[in-house]
């Protein structure tokens, strides 16, 4: 993709390191991860992401890295804006995908379609174990769609990369938790 003089740059990962540690989307202290771990870094990517500015800056992050994949999927809640915002760049169609289905209507595990066989990219705002990633790569397989990338703002390193891998996925973190550690110093 050309773009013209214009554009805002593409962000660098130490540039999408500095844009979440002064939202203040990295803390330290001591928390309990979604994993059940307890961790002296909690890195909630919504706090930048509610941003228009800061969001857009991982968008453009995120859609420099969009391949040939037809359509972007996210679980709810973390990745939907990232999701849009990506699609929104490049003018691909997206799904949402549900933490649990609906109890009414459809009783649909995701918004949106997936064609058999399509290829989907998943987009996630942190990865731990890749528990959501994983539960997401099953959703998008079972409605026939297939996943072989997943694009995840921060990979704290504490599993996901191998857990994606085994289901035939390729994690690729703009940035990485020991990335945002050293840029705090």
Known sequence: MVRSATEPAVPT???IARLL???EAVRFGTFELASGRTSDVYIDVKRAWTDPERLAAIARALAAR???EERLAGMELGAVPLVVAVALATARPYVVLRKAAKDH???APFEGT???GGSVLLIEDVT???GSAARSVEIVRQAGGR???ALAVVDRGEGAT???ASLGVRLEPLVTLAQLRGARA
């Open 105 to 107: 209507g459809t009783r």
């Open 21 to 23: 540690l002064d939202a």
């Open 147 to 149: 996943v072989e990338r």
């Open 66 to 68: 969009v391949d040939g």
């Open 128 to 130: 731990t174990t890749a």
């Open 114 to 116: 997936i064609p058999p």
């Open 13 to 15: 990962a130490a540039e």
């Open 162 to 164: 191998e857990r994606l």
